[in-house]
């Protein structure tokens, strides 16, 4: 049995977004994570950065350029962030290890990416701790 999981809809001169929350909110931890990126796409649209994984991992943004991801699972975890075209990558401030992106092509296949033009940085995030990141 399924349900949706977000509603939008044209509001007066605004979109009215309205997340679906299950019965049982243990069921929001076993999301699919192409739902998960889907829901955070539209939830962060009004964000330089955002972050496609798994459940279980958080972003925090701060406005000195840096950020931070982490994670609450028991195993490693490999989190894509997204960001403007600009960003160059990610300095580690706990090791200095820059980590560097790649330009999100303009097609997939027939398709138009919605992230063409991005940068796409790879984080790798051991179980259960975080790490700090200066943008570049």
Known sequence: MGWPLLHDADYGKGHLYVRVIPDNFADLYALP???LDQIRRIATQGLDVRMDGPTEVS????DNDTLIVESFRDEAVQVRL???GEL??????E???VLA????PERRGWFRSPDAGRTVIEV???PHSYRAFRRR
Do not use: I, N, Q, S
Request: glycine fraction near 20%; charged fraction near 25%; proline fraction near 4%.
């Open 33 to 35: 994570e192409a739902a």
């Open 59 to 62: 972003l925090f943004l701060y």
């Open 82 to 84: 997204v960001g403007p």
């Open 88 to 93: 160059k990558g990610l300095e580690d401030l």
């Open 95 to 97: 090791t200095g290890e």
């Open 101 to 104: 992106g790649g330009t999100v």
């Open 124 to 126: 790798a995030v051991k």
